[in-house]
């Protein structure tokens, strides 16, 4: 996109200044073809063309993005983001053979496993907590009554034996 002779400064918009620099920082990232970046942000290739590319503002978010995206202090950011497209990529394949009753069981649990763990759906309530540090005791008393204890340090519980009288 560089050496493209700009449009005069005085150039209306060619759309929203926002969506504009958003499709700067796509284009700059180079992440995916410009035809799928274009289809997603549904312009056509010939107004890109025509009133987007060589656009000023344009040029200058891009120009911007450009720089900051290639930056060497970007690097950690920038393989974050270029794994996290190839691993969504690869959810589509995923649901392929999760979904294939020829596909052993193992490998099924094997991605399930992934899965959970990227999602976060695996992350117990109590992490953390190590054995004898919470304690909860949920006691129902019928008619929708209950009585739940939760406490974070051991607990002795003491109590006496009380007579319920049958209901008549």
Request: glycine share 6%; charged share 20%.
């Amino acid at each position: 996109m560089v050496g493209i002779a700009p449009l005069p400064a005085n150039t209306p918009l060619p759309m929203d200044e926002t969506l504009l620099n958003r499709l700067a920082h796509e284009c700059a990232r180079d992440l995916y073809p410009l035809s799928d970046i274009l289809t997603s942000f549904k312009i056509d290739a010939t107004y890109f063309e025509e009133n987007v590319r060589n656009h000023p503002r344009f040029m200058l978010f891009y120009a911007e993005a450009h720089t900051l995206w290639n930056s060497g202090a970007n690097f950690k950011e920038r393989s974050a983001i270029k794994a996290g497209i190839v691993f969504e990529q690869w959810l589509g394949e995923c649901d392929k053979l999760m979904h294939n009753p020829a596909e052993p069981l193992t490998a099924k649990a094997k991605i399930a496993e992934l899965l959970a763990r990227v999602s976060g759906i695996d992350k117990d309530k109590s992490a953390g907590v190590t054995a004898g540090e919470r304690v909860v005791v949920n006691i129902n008393l019928g008619a929708g009554n209950q009585i739940t204890i939760d406490k974070q340090a051991p607990v002795t519980l003491e109590g006496h034996a009380v007579t319920v009288p049958e209901a008549q």
